[in-house]
């Protein structure tokens, strides 16, 4: 078995996937490709993950790549965390553009002007990788993390052929964090049973009860409004108040989904902004922040000699399930084949999949409540609009991408946007494709 890592400098999450494989006790010997386009970070993760193998009695053939067809040769896994542009230049293009306009975000990865553009660039490299997949590795499954998730997993299962499935931590994390921030997490953590389905960073929190089937919800409710656990709850304002005017709690945090409607970053009313404590410009401090961090990050790695604790990531087990036929769930990011029947069957969907040698079987969910269904409509409408316009390579298309995103509407003009994109395809021009 081989698996190949496209975008191994992002280090951390290498050592959590690729260390997860490691420790793996079923998986036996197999082989580790992995590619960069830095060669010193590449470097630097080859050597964390040698001292894990090492650690862990060396079963897994470790080699770094500089030439992507080498990698990807005979591959069975291809997991992808590139972030094409990096920090600088593009994504500081992708806040302090829209800035001028007075349009301000605070992840930028996934929705709105700075998700589109990070689309834009993005998805021709994937259309690269795609290519070279189908001559030397057709029949691996493509484990895709990099942002904007719904737009590149979908521009992946619609258009290249290649077996793909995007995951996110989003989901594995939202009933522990909200459990810890109402208190609850000794009392019903272990043993509560939830479903989730929706959109990547908009799914949604259908149904949670205790080990006796009661319904959470309305003890969650109570908590919530009690006033009690506001400290707490300080980090979550935004997901909180979508929970109690649209009935469910949303899995992605509250600084993205502050920026997936028209609600709350508002430059009228920048009371809003105090009142749910929206951390505009989150991005880029987290970005200044790691890339400080990261030389003492990395020697705290380095010293541990190649200690390892298994993560939440959902890949290992995918791996491990496909390659052993122990069945695993996982929830993934798929094409709406008929799963949830209120959505567009060319959107893609964050369902339950059922993992086994056959692959990924993404799991039937029917109608979700009507409102929520509406929500993840109006962020569908801008990620296939954006998935067209890349495949299409057309600028008007782009800009109704954004014409018809929830934020940037509420807060422009057409012909404001219609500038702003102009001004990011100016700056984005040597990361971008020719639009037409």
Not at 228 to 242: F, G, I, S
Not at 414 to 420: F, Q
Request: overall charge negative.
């Amino acid at each position: 078995m081989k698996i190949t890592f496209m975008g191994a400098g992002s280090t951390i999450f290498a050592k959590n996937v690729l260390g997860d494989c490691i420790l793996n006790p079923t998986l036996g010997a197999f082989d580790i490709a992995l590619f960069d386009i830095d060669p010193v970070r590449l470097t630097e993760s080859a050597d964390i993950l040698d001292g894990i193998n090492r650690k862990y009695g060396g079963k897994a053939t470790i080699k770094k790549y500089s030439d992507r067809l080498q990698a990807l040769d005979k591959a069975d896994f291809v997991v992808n965390t590139i972030q094409v542009g990096g920090y600088e230049p593009c994504t500081v293009t992708d806040f302090e553009v829209p800035k001028k306009y007075g349009l301000r975000q605070t992840i930028a990865d996934t929705l709105g002007i700075g998700g589109i553009f990070r689309a834009l660039r993005t998805i021709p490299v994937l259309e690269d990788f795609a290519a070279d997949m189908r001559k030397v590795c057709p029949d691996a499954l493509f484990i895709n993390y990099s942002n904007p998730m719904a737009m590149l997993s979908g521009y992946m299962q619609r258009y290249t052929g290649i077996k793909t499935v995007g995951l996110c931590h989003s989901v594995q994390v939202c009933v522990e964090g909200l459990f810890n921030s109402l208190g609850m997490t000794e009392q019903y953590l272990a043993d509560c049973k939830w479903e989730i389905a929706g959109i990547n960073h908009m799914a949604w929190l259908l149904k949670i009860v205790d080990k006796d089937g009661n319904d959470l919800y309305p003890e969650i409710k109570r908590r919530s409004l009690s006033g009690k656990y506001q400290k707490e709850m300080a980090w979550d304002l935004v997901r909180h108040d979508m929970m109690h005017r649209f009935g469910y709690y949303i899995t992605e945090s509250s600084e993205h989904t502050s920026e997936y409607n028209p609600y709350y970053i508002k430059r009228n009313y920048p009371e809003l902004i105090d009142r749910f404590q929206i951390p505009l410009d989150e991005y880029p401090r987290r970005c200044v922040k790691q890339i400080a961090e990261w030389g003492e990050l990395k020697q705290k790695v380095a010293a541990e000699g190649g200690e390892h604790t298994v993560s939440r990531e959902f890949a290992a087990h995918i791996i491990e399930a496909m390659t052993t036929d122990k069945p695993y769930r996982v929830h993934g990011n798929v094409l709406n084949t008929g799963l949830i029947t209120n959505l567009p069957t060319n959107a893609c969907v964050e369902v339950p999949c059922m993992i086994d040698r056959n692959g990924v079987n993404p799991c039937f969910v029917g109608d979700l409540p009507e409102q929520c269904a509406a929500l993840n409509r109006t962020n569908i409408g801008v990620q296939n609009m954006t998935i067209e316009a890349a495949h299409e390579h057309s600028r008007d298309k782009v800009y109704m991408a954004a014409y018809l995103d929830p934020h940037t509407a509420a807060e422009l003009s057409m012909d404001e946007i219609k500038s702003m994109c102009d001004d990011l395809f100016e700056a984005h021009r040597d990361w971008l494709p020719k639009y037409r």
